[in-house]
């Protein structure tokens, strides 16, 4: 009685719409780390990239004239950037968000916008004032975690239908770990694993790189696509001892989608299926 | 309170003139400044890192890509035995390498340790204040002694000696390897005592092309120092690799090992990259009786935070700026004189003086308890923007003195029985000590009392607020556990209902 009255509909809502689930497993992440990792609960900190996002997405729905839906896909990438992005100063995080926003209606190609929002918001940041930073060891590394995020993350991507580039960058990540880890350093397989059982780097695979707006249209250019991210990420960290490395990668490589799609043609992404489609050419979220 | 005072004065300034608005601003400087030292409580004692069995001590400065780092050689031993083998990222040059003043180690930890401080009560019949405060400081140094001469000696084992250095007391080689098997030889050969595991970690750190910096020393020219403790080395070098690693060290010792690292950088905190940095429990009200054994008091609760957190963090301890000309508060109460240019030259921190640029410096002092099997990788840092500050500190305060029978003195020594109750149940939350032999802590307070108002009050039995202290406290397994679980519920009702959705489309 009481499920069919109070879970059910809530699942029902949550099917709706992956962004649901997204907003729905970001949000727990934010709290299990806040409340459970100590991390400095910064609610204004939150506040402020969950506010800016969400301010500056209704004044371009308001000129754009996008649906109001969209702010779902804002609050998403609010969420995500609130997990990632530190900052000292409030203007900081407001540049980021803004940045993010303001970049999938102003850097756009070929009727979508060619970066990830939070990503490009948390790299605007970090380059722009010297005042950001990303903290890669936050998580801590462990079996839970993967669980954790792959359970959470898996929802969310399998339904987006973007597994394949979770795995494809997971899997090659792993693979040249191990080469390097393991096979030609000689340490034991502990270090492998707890280099990639690191919750940052979870996070990336199943809840940043998979954001099915900026990844390639057609299946065969987004497996090449994740693992030359890997690729970038595993050469950057290794050889350069560059921090949080997949983030810069992923920059990069949301530089070429253009190109991808221009060569490998697939279709455009619709959050919502079961909505009829927009007949705007500009769907922005 | 200060910082009130302030702010209500604030609000008229604006319609003053810049030169009044100054000489205001000044003078409430210096209110500030008097009245902290005041109001803010007294030092008394602090935890310092002396109080760790097995512990080493490391400065570790990062500018831009120059890495500077100061090891103690706190050797508990005979110094004749002392070797170190310590994997660097380059061959470093004689210039490098220096000796520094081990009392920079003590100055840097006194000031940044754990500190208890001191608060006293105003009595609410005769408001009057007065204030004492006490120091313990026991300064505790093993004594070390005697001495032995290495021999160089180059074989046919795959070790190449790059360079070879007299500095100080020390002897100091820096060895390039082509596999662990001839390193290993070579060392024992030598007289440097490497585990047998060792090999595991030497074939890692040579793939990686780091070298070797391995160290002597010399008793003879220790012997002209006119002391026979050993004095800390001090090498520099540019690498993109700031890390410290751990893993050789961890081969020699089956349990854990503390190391107190003192970080420097211009701008802000240093964080690990490869494992969770946690600041330690602070700002807790913890009952009188611990004054005596405040050293006690925080291994206990260093060890029972590190529990919690699952053996695999980095305990943050200090984070300050402290800049020389830096004109904010250094520290709430300070424990010890702050740090000089003359002491940050010799940290190698060496753009904090007035002569060399006068940048700002940050401190941050991270605490980490490593072993084996939480600890795989070596520590991996980074420097952040992050300039807020941290100090661990715990607070005692001390009930008003004098005749408290008027009527708010009756209400005020209720309040002081509920509050020794709340310290009582934070210091078991956060040591686990046995507090039941402590109820005269309490009984001293309620025996004041008449007796209609003594019987209402509750008898320590069970904390009154159990958690707030943290025994289901960040990272504890019981959150994560009833996080995990009730995210696998989610997860399977949703697989669950996925499924049906798919089989009734």
Redesign the interface.
Known sequence: MLFQRT?GPA?AF??RDARHFQVLFLA?FLL?GT????W?AEWPRYAILIGTVLSVQTLFIRWKRVPWSSLKSALVTGLGMSLLL???SPWTLALGAAVAISSKFLVRWDGKHIFNPGNLGIAAAVLLT????V????????A?LV??VG??GG?VVLRVGRIDTSLAFLGTFALLEMVRTVL?????M??W???LT?GSLLLFTFFMITDPMTTPRSQAARIGWSVGVALLAFVLSWK??I?ATPIWALLIFCALNPVLDHFRKGAVFQWTSSTPRTTTPLRTN | MDVLHAAHHHSFTNELNPMTMRYLFLFLAALLAQRSSAFCGFYVARADATLFNDRSEVILVRDGQRTIVTMSNDFQGAVKDFAMVVPVPVVLRQQDIRIVDRRVFSMLDAYSSPRLVEYHDDNPCYPQVVYESLAENDDMRMPTANASRMKAEAKDLGVTIEAQYAVGEYDILILSATESTGLKQWLIQNGYRIPESAH?VL??YI??NLKFFVVKVDVSRLQLTGSNLLRPIQIRYDS???MLPIRLGMANSKGSQDMVVYAFTR??RV?????????VPTDRNIPLFVKQKFGPFYKDLFARAHRR??R??VFLEYAWNVTPSFGGMKCDPCVGPPPMPREFAEAGVDWGGPNSGGGQVFFTRLHVRYGREKF??DL?F?V?????HFQARYVLTNPASGDLSCASGQDYLEELYYRRHRELDELQALTGWDITKRQGYLKEVGDRLPPERRNGLPEWTLPLDPGDGGNA????PD??WT??LG??LI?L???F??RN?VAHR
């Open positions: 879970i699942i949550l099917q727990s299990y409340m459970a990792l100590g400095d530190k900052a000292g010297g005042d950001a930073w903290s890669p060891g936050q998580w801590g590394s462990g839970m669980f954790l359970a959470a929802m030609y350093l000689g340490w034991g502990d270090v694993l707890h280099r690191n350069f001892w921090n | 595991e074939d890692p793939r990686s993109h690799k700031f701008t802000g964080e690990c990259v490869n494992y969770r940095t946690v600041k957190e699952g695999n963090v795989p990788q991996v980074q952040t923007p992050n300039a807020e406290g960040p990272g504890s959150v994560q996080f995990a995210s696998l997860v009702l949703l697989l209902r996925l959705a």
